[in-house]
Nanobody
Framework: QVQLVESGGGLVQAGGSLRLSCVASGGIFKIRPMGWYRQAPGKQRELVASISHTGITNYGSSVKGRFTISRDNDKSTHYLQMNSLEVEDTAVYSC???????????????WGRGTQVTVSS
């Protein structure tokens, strides 16, 4: 059983930056794709970014060029660096782990509990 714990959310002004972290335990981290989803009030959950076990990244169109996903397999941790934040980025961000050796987290096997990101104008 894999456990995922996020940290790094909070309140930031528009134009600012935050870095989210997600630490995995209880499984073999380095062979899983990892990613971040977000869900804003009244909206569907959307995939923000994913990174494969080989380091290939994918981003949602609304965050491309502003957010960067990375991973540190030695620490079983992946990160989401969020720059140029906009009010529309306000949401609960959840980290996700996909099936082993899959390229993305379009199918999620494990979820974190989520962390709130609020961007003020």
């Amino acid at each position: 059983q894999v456990q995922l714990v996020e940290s790094g959310g909070g309140l930031v002004q528009a134009g600012g930056s935050l870095r989210l972290s997600c630490v995995a335990s209880g499984g073999i981290f380095k062979i899983r794709p990892m990613g971040w989803y977000r869900q804003a009030p009244g909206k569907q959950r959307e995939l923000v970014a994913s990174i494969s076990h080989t380091g290939i990244t994918n981003y949602g169109s609304s965050v491309k060029g502003r957010f960067t996903i990375s991973r540190d397999n030695d620490k079983s941790t992946h990160y989401l660096q969020m720059n140029s934040l906009e009010v529309e980025d306000t949401a609960v961000y959840s980290c996700a782990a996909g099936p082993i050796y899959q390229p993305t987290v379009t199918r999620v096997e494990y979820w974190g509990r989520g962390t709130q990101v609020t961007v003020s104008s």
